[in-house]
């Protein structure tokens, strides 16, 4: 059989026959995991072509007889619509990813198939049902085990790599054993881990070029695992960069032999300065008086910070905006992601939002956290999109991203340096190319003789 495997864009990032040029955000692209994984399953009989959307425009005209969609909520929308497309073309529709295993039956009223989970167990049998003529509509993962089944993906399929700031992504783990009530990940897993066995881990590394990254959700997740990968990688002479939580920093040996290791840059989920809003979130490990020491830390050891952060959380007042500029200026934060909090489909954060009747909208296309979908506690959903915007655009203003990378380059090295900069760029590039610049809500209050409500329950920073 021929397949299909698609990763859907959204629409501001999507190639189509009438839209064929790339946008400029190569730095924001990489991995495609999931389809190489899912490719390489794939018995070898079978004929395998791989579209990522966000890089050439989807083949509608394709011959296959199986078409394959991966997806996480924000895309579900497009995944309908390219569903209900190929079911007119009479290919054999099949799901999977976040979305349509954390929201399955909704998935299966638009495709043929959906695969729930891990599609190292099911997704041979799927093909085979398909071929006997006689599938499910359907079908869940036997797993968790142990994650020795999990092969190397087949970065070869991907074209177009000249639009990826890297393909060679790594997985050495699945899952994470935090709770934290708005994380997919753990809805996912079940809020558990698994390390893959070491040896396989070390020959994806092998083939991987001089810097690629680990998509692991948390890299550190299992102590042991991490120690002994970087001891591995510690003369391998290569530049990685992942994700972790702060805690990394509680760990003088692991912190060391993670930068030795070659790591030069970790995504860490700051979320909040507000430790009302952390234990709300069952997020306690992280520590908000901390958080400058522990980047700084981090800074020292070689490694760029890059900082994840919600904001619309209960805690969050109008002056949240403002309170978090100030914060990611004066600790060595180099560049940001930030979240409107979005309750995704399967986390506990869902339930909460809809037993108190808040979520606002619907549409799967807005769930990108950039959109405001719920009603906040504080404050209206203009004041949290108008904050937000404003806040990320105020972070990445022509001369704080200048500033910030010239501190980086001299508090922690050439390549983190880098890495900030070329972030900061593309960031800012998105920001100006979608006209993001919002206002802010507090400093509207202040104008108007509004009080802005005092901040409760958050960590005061002095300048380092
Ligand atoms: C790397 C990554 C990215 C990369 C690359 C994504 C990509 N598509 O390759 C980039 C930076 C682009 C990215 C962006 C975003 N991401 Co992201 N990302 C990840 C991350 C960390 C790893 C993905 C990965 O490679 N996994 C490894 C593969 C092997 O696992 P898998 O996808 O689960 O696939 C397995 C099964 O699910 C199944 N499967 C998956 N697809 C299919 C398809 C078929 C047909 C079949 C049969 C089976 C199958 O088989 C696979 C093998 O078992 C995940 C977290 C995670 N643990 O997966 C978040 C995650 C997917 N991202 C998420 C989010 C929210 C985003 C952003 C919105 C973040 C933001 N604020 O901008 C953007 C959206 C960008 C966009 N509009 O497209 C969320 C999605 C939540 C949700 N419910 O939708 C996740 C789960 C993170 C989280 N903690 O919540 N992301």
């Known amino acids: 059989m021929k397949i299909y495997l698609i ?22 692209r990489f991995s495609v995991l999931s389809l190489t994984t899912v490719a390489a399953l794939t018995p070898a009989e079978h004929e395998v072509v791989i579209c990522d959307e966000n890089v050439e425009p989807v083949d509608f005209d394709t011959d296959a007889d199986v078409v394959g969609i991966t997806f996480m909520t924000g895309l579900a929308t497009r995944a309908y619509e390219l569903a209900s497309q190929f079911k007119k073309r009479g290919a054999v529709t099949v799901a999977g990813g976040f979305h349509p295993t954390l929201n399955s039956e909704e998935a299966q009223s638009h495709f043929d198939i959906v695969v729930c989970g ?28 142990n994650l020795d089944h999990v092969p190397f993906p087949r970065r070869d399929l991907l074209r177009n790599k000249k639009h ?65 990968l970087f001891k591995r990688m510690a003369a391998m002479n290569k530049k990685w960069v992942s994700q972790c939580s702060i805690t990394i920093a509680d ?7 993670a930068a030795r290791a070659g790591c030069i840059g970790l995504f860490i989920g700051i979320e909040s300065v507000n430790s ?34 919600i904001v619309g959380l209960d805690s969050d007042d109008v002056g949240v905006f403002e309170r978090n500029l100030k914060f990611l200026q004066e600790t060595g934060i180099g560049a940001l992601q930030l979240a409107i909090l979005t309750p995704q489909p ?26 405001t979908v719920i009603q906040p506690k504080q404050m209206t959903p203009e004041q949290l999109q108008d ?7 105020q972070f990445y203003r022509l001369d704080r991203v200048v500033f910030r990378s010239l501190k980086i380059l001299c508090r922690t090295g050439f390549y983190p340096a880098l890495l900030a900069w070329r972030l900061n760029m593309t960031y800012r590039y998105d920001l100006k190319r979608l006209n993001v610049k919002g206002h802010n809500p507090a400093a509207a209050l202040q104008g108007s003789g509004d009080r802005v409500p005092p901040a409760v329950g958050n960590a005061s920073f002095s300048r380092i």
């Open 346 to 371: 399967g986390t506990p954060l869902r339930k909460d939002f809809e037993e108190q009747e808040r979520i606002i909208d619907n549409n799967w296309a807005h769930y990108d956290y950039r959109h």
């Open 164 to 228: 990826y700031i890297t393909t060679d992504a790594v997985q050495t783990g699945r899952g994470c054993q935090h709770k934290c009530r708005f994380c997919s990940v753990t809805a996912f897993f079940n809020h558990s881990h698994r390390s893959r066995p070491l040896e396989k881990v070390m020959k994806e590394v092998e083939t991987a070029r001089k810097i690629f990254m680990f998509v692991d959700d948390n890299i550190i997740a299992d102590r042991e695992f991490a120690m002994q």
């Open 276 to 309: 009302e809003n952390l234990a709300a979130m069952d997020k306690n490990f992280n520590d908000p008086g901390s958080y400058a020491a522990k980047i700084q830390k981090i800074n020292r050891a070689g490694i760029h910070v890059q900082a994840g952060m």
């Open 7 to 28: 990763l859907p864009a959204a629409e501001k990032l999507r190639v189509s026959e009438k839209r064929s040029w790339v946008p400029l955000r190569k730095m924001l």
């Open 251 to 257: 760990d003088d040996e692991l912190l060391e032999m």
């Open 387 to 393: 904050g937000a915007d404003w806040l990320y655009a």
């Open 118 to 145: 891990e599609a190292e167990d099911t997704w041979p049998k799927v093909l085979a049902d398909i071929e006997s003529g006689s599938f499910h509509s359907v079908y869940h993962s036997s797993f968790p085990s």
